[in-house]
């Protein structure tokens, strides 16, 4: 016989599936039979069409986060959001309590298994613990877990810290594994491990959008700029499931959202290069730093890295520079933040950026490595999407918009169509701490192509390096006069190898770095009563210091590597015609009192070592 | 404008009960009604439902004039409450947006105000309905030191008995603890055993998360049968009852 509480376990069953047909809500079976498909099929075609068949299901509430799970991600990297991450043991407590199993026995079964995801598919088709659901009065003809409920559980789980959340964040996965079916645990165990395995990739994502919302695959160009434009998948999907797909025609860029950054081809030699960007072009040093996509807002500032991820917070100091130098209201500009010697100001590599991803005492960090943001592009200002006009404009706004100070300021760049002149600025990039230099195309065509890799800029590296291993010891030939802290005092001395031929002393590069401060007291002294008003006639130097010195005294420097230079004199022609040998970020390491100048490394030693150290350079993903 | 407010004589009852319910679920409910005032809360897993009732007659003051749910968050409650004592009186005044809590020990009130969750989108949580054919009863502080010596020794606590006797155990690798607990020897208060050689397993973890509750309980009535949930109704001095739900691991 047919009690009150069946009639009305069976009118809830029935109102929550009339809810799910109505659009409100989506079950999670969909998504889950389509990942189920996925796994199986390797064609793209129809990993297509099944994506395509779950956006149509899909109800524009949530089609976000639908768009998300299908990422395998809760939400884009950049918003800097916690990611999952659940680890094994937290998994393997929560399964075990979600299926009424022993720890132990999650263990084993996952020995056998492989694969967590399956372990707890197993173990749910196995045991059906259900916990006190199935002995509650109410409960209710249960349709099954919805995406927004996962998803949002998901987003609790991920959002959860501080005292207490272990324990939490394991309710929380148990509960939601208890709630579901075999399959479905199986996939929400491998999204909690961050290991989906769908082999989704964005393109399809962005063709089933196409599809779905605009009718064809044509339309794909459409949301693919848009996603270029606001990096941010769900966001788009839920823009043109509510406004339609020319809503996104003309998209515009928007302050806080990454514009995914264009990126250049590469190059070795200047006259091809000239030749694909059209002959005249824009030549930029190319800084050894990290590429930065700043977004101005008022007071708020945003620093976006090149994989678009957040990291403003390693930048306050670059944070005032923007609300100070960036006139603008609303601004997206793109610049290379650079490390510098605190000391000297000279630029230092890029592995020094390294000690800000610090998330404690970044005021510490400050200190001890400076940086300097050399801007090279901007995107979007106040209102005006920059993205669709040609460089020249936008470099004449950017000069607008930038109150240009010694630490934040427009890339160091030349304009030319003479090969040799790319070529001479190349070598002075390198020698100055930079990785080459990037050429850009300055035709009227030459927009800027966001998320996309072409020849309108294109990057000149070093083919090869020579790392230096061991020290060197040089003469002093010359002085700079310090700045700032090294006010008053010779910060820089030039440095210049012995050519035995010759007997001449041939100038190097340029030392700043690793004095301390009584070095640099005692090197004032040191100096006096060797000033010269003129260059020593032993000394062969094309670089003017401020002050010229007897060649005395000899120190034990030591480099990052040995690199050509268009400035220094030491091997001139020798490798490459117009070019020296220098090294790159030399250090002081101490004075050599026991040898005379001309027991300095020889000229034919540092060409020796420069041909012995040399090696391919390994291609770097940065632009 | 002030919508309600009580005043309960023991803030510490209180104190155990929101520290034992904050340790498997963050939020629960808490249900004002004329006649009583209910705390209700179940853990995500579903594994246990936890339901303490407090008469209107165990308050020194109460003023509820219509039902009304708000959202518990434990965790902050669990802050204010952590230095109430026995003897503190409690008082709880809710106004529309803010719950504030006070305490006063001899003569000297502290006063704690926090926000009230939004109210919107409360998930009911369900009712309980079993019928046993086995129960239990035993004081507070026995149920506590039986559940105390042998809760180190594994992860689940089996429960069993016979006639007139009550056997817990806790078995692991380490090896086997049991207690038993028999009206003969005047351990238990009563017992009725409508299926003798019954047995279930339970997570030890569930009941050592309510265990400073039972120690203060006056009695336990303990509810329990063959794969179906463990029911401890927790009796306290002025009339308040805390039951507790905890689903059987099916082996």
Redesign the interface.
């Known amino acids: 016989m047919l009690c009150l509480s069946d009639v009305f376990k069976t009118y809830v069953y029935y109102l929550r599936k009339a809810v799910y047909l109505l659009g409100y809500v989506m079950e999670l079976k969909i998504l889950v039979e389509a990942f189920n498909q996925l796994e199986k099929i390797t064609s793209r075609t129809q990993i297509t069409n099944v994506v395509v068949n779950v956006l149509k299901n899909t109800p524009k509430e949530i089609v976000d986060k639908v768009v998300y799970l299908l990422q395998g991600v809760l939400w884009p990297d950049w918003k800097g959001l916690p990611e999952l991450g659940v680890g094994e043991k937290y998994l393997i407590k929560?399964i075990a309590?979600?299926t009424?199993s022993?720890?132990e026995e999650v263990e084993k079964t996952y020995k056998t298994s492989g694969d967590l995801g399956k372990t707890a598919e197993m173990l749910k088709m196995r045991?059906?613990?259900?916990?006190?659901?199935k002995?509650?009065?109410?409960?209710?003809g249960r349709a099954g877990l919805t995406v927004e409920k996962v998803y949002d559980?998901l987003a609790k789980i991920a959002l959860t810290t501080g005292?207490?959340s272990r324990?939490?964040k394991i309710?929380?996965i148990?509960?939601?594994?208890?709630?579901a079916t075999p399959s479905e645990a199986k996939f929400i165990v491998r999204f909690l491990e961050g290991r989906l395995r769908l082999g989704l990739g964005e393109a399809t994502i962005l063709d089933a959008l196409a599809i779905v919302f605009g009718g064809s695959q044509a339309y794909r160009p459409i949301v693919e700029r848009a996603y270029n434009i606001r990096a941010d998948l769900g966001s788009i999907a839920r823009l043109i499931a509510y406004e339609g797909i020319k809503s996104i025609e003309n998209i515009k860029p928007e302050v806080g959202i990454p514009i995914k950054p264009m990126l250049a081809e590469r190059l070795d030699n200047p006259e091809e290069i000239l030749s694909k960007v059209g002959g005249k072009a824009l030549v930029e040093f190319k800084y050894d730093g990290e590429r930065g996509q700043i977004h101005k807002k008022d007071d708020t500032v945003y620093i976006f890295s090149r994989r678009l991820e957040n990291i403003t917070h390693q930048y306050p100091d670059v944070v005032e520079m923007v609300r100070t130098h960036v006139l603008s209201n609303e601004a997206i500009l793109e610049g290379e933040i650079v490390a510098t010697d605190p000391e000297t100001g000279e630029l230092r590599p890029f592995q020094e950026l390294m000690h800000r991803k610090r998330k404690y005492d970044i005021h510490e960090v400050i200190k001890e490595i400076p940086v300097k943001v050399f801007l090279f592009d901007i995107l979007y200002n106040e209102g005006e999407d920059l993205t669709t006009k040609p460089i020249a404009y936008r470099r004449e706004v950017l000069k607008k918009v930038v109150k240009e100070s010694e630490d934040f300021r427009i890339a160091d760049y030349i304009i030319t169509e003479d090969p040799q002149e790319l070529e001479k600025f190349f070598l002075y990039c390198i020698e100055n701490g930079g990785e080459g230099v990037v050429v850009k195309a300055l035709h009227s065509n030459a927009i800027y192509q966001a998320g996309a890799r072409g020849w309108l800029w294109i990057k000149y590296k070093r083919d090869y390096k020579s790392e230096m291993i061991d020290t060197v010891d040089l003469v002093v030939v010359g002085a700079f006069a310090g700045r700032g802290k090294r006010g008053g005092k010779w910060g820089t001395l030039l440095m210049a190898a012995y050519d035995k031929k010759t007997d001449t002393f041939k100038t190097v590069c340029k030392l700043g770095t690793g004095f301390t401060d009584k070095d640099l007291e005692e090197i004032t002294e040191m100096l006096k009563p060797i000033t010269l008003s003129h260059k020593h006639p032993r000394v062969d130097s094309d670089i003017e210091p401020d002050i010229w010195v007897i060649p005395q005294y000899v120190a034990e420097v030591l480099g990052a590597e040995l690199t050509l230079s268009p400035l220094h004199t030491c091997c001139k022609g020798a490798v490459k015609k117009d070019a020296g040998i220098s090294i790159r970020f030399p250090r002081f390491i101490k004075w050599r009192p026991d040898k005379k100048p001309e027991d300095a490394t020889t000229t034919d030693e540092l060409l020796e070592m420069y041909r012995r150290q040399l090696k391919k350079v390994e291609e770097s993903p940065t632009p | 404008m002030l919508d309600l407010s009580f005043t309960s004589p023991d803030a510490s009852i209180w104190r155990y009960v929101v520290s034992s319910a904050g340790k498997f679920v963050e939020v629960g409910l808490m249900i004002l009604r004329p006649e009583e005032l209910i705390i209700k809360a179940m853990d995500p897993s579903r594994t246990a439902l936890i339901e303490f009732i407090m008469p209107k007659e165990s308050f020194e003051e109460y003023n509820v004039s219509e039902e009304r749910t708000i959202q518990l968050n434990f965790e902050e409650l669990g802050k204010v409450l952590r230095s109430a004592e026995k003897d503190d009186r409690l008082t709880v005044e809710l106004e529309a947006a803010t719950i504030k809590i006070g305490f006063e020990r001899r003569g000297i009130v502290r006063t704690f105000t926090l926000p009230l969750h939004t109210e919107a989108g409360l998930e009911e949580i369900p009712e309980l309905n079993i019928e046993y054919a086995n129960m239990f009863k035993v004081r507070g502080e026995i149920f506590y030191d039986a559940l105390s010596s042998i809760e180190d020794m594994g992860d689940v606590l089996k429960i069993g008995g016979d006639k007139n006797v009550l056997k817990l155990s806790s078995v692991s690798d380490l090896g086997e603890a049991e207690v038993e607990l028999s009206l003969e020897k005047g351990v238990l208060e009563e017992a009725e055993v409508g299926n003798p050689g019954f047995t279930s397993s339970y997570t030890m973890e569930f009941f050592t998360y309510v265990k400073r509750p039972i120690k203060a309980a006056e009695y336990v009535i303990l509810r329990v049968d063959t794969d179906l949930p463990a029911f401890l109704e927790l009796t306290y001095p002025q009339g308040s009852k805390l039951k507790y739900y905890v689903a059987p691991r099916t082996e």
């Open positions: 929560a309590k979600a009424g022993s720890e045991k059906s613990a259900g916990g006190l659901t002995f509650l009065s109410s409960s209710t559980t005292e207490g324990d939490l309710n929380l148990a509960g939601l594994l208890t709630e």
